[in-house]
């Protein structure tokens, strides 16, 4: 079974950046492809950014240029700069065996719990 574990997650003001970590443990092959998504109440889950199977990586038009999705190892991380107030969301790290991007959110295999994101204007 794999567990995702993330961090990171907290209030800023408009402009500026959080760093959210999700750690991954279980069998490596299930979280090859890591990415986050994001919720906000009332609303279904979104694709943030995502990485491919061969590792490149995607991001919603909304979000590029302002976040940046790295990995090492086991953990996967996002750089968000320049945050908004619509950026506003829990933010869910995602695993799969295959890509993220594009996929409806129902499709993916493993998430982790969530983590809060609140962007003050």
């Known amino acids: 079974q794999v567990q995702l574990v993330e961090s990171g997650g907290g209030l800023v003001q408009a402009g500026g950046s959080l760093r959210l970590s999700c750690a991954a443990s279980?069998?490596?092959?299930?979280?090859?492809?890591m990415g986050w998504f994001r919720q906000v109440p009332g609303k279904e889950r979104n694709f943030v950014a995502g990485?491919?199977?061969?590792?490149g990586t995607y991001y919603a038009d909304s979000v590029k240029g302002r976040f940046t999705i790295s990995r090492d190892k086991n953990t996967a991380f996002l750089q968000m700069n320049s945050l908004k107030p619509e950026d506003t969301a829990v933010y869910y790290c995602a695993a799969d065996s295959e890509g993220l991007f594009g996929r409806n959110f129902k499709d993916v295999k493993h998430w982790g719990q969530g983590t809060q994101v609140t962007v003050s204007s």
């Open positions: 279980g069998r490596a092959f299930d979280y090859v492809v």
């Open positions: 990485f491919s199977r061969r590792g």
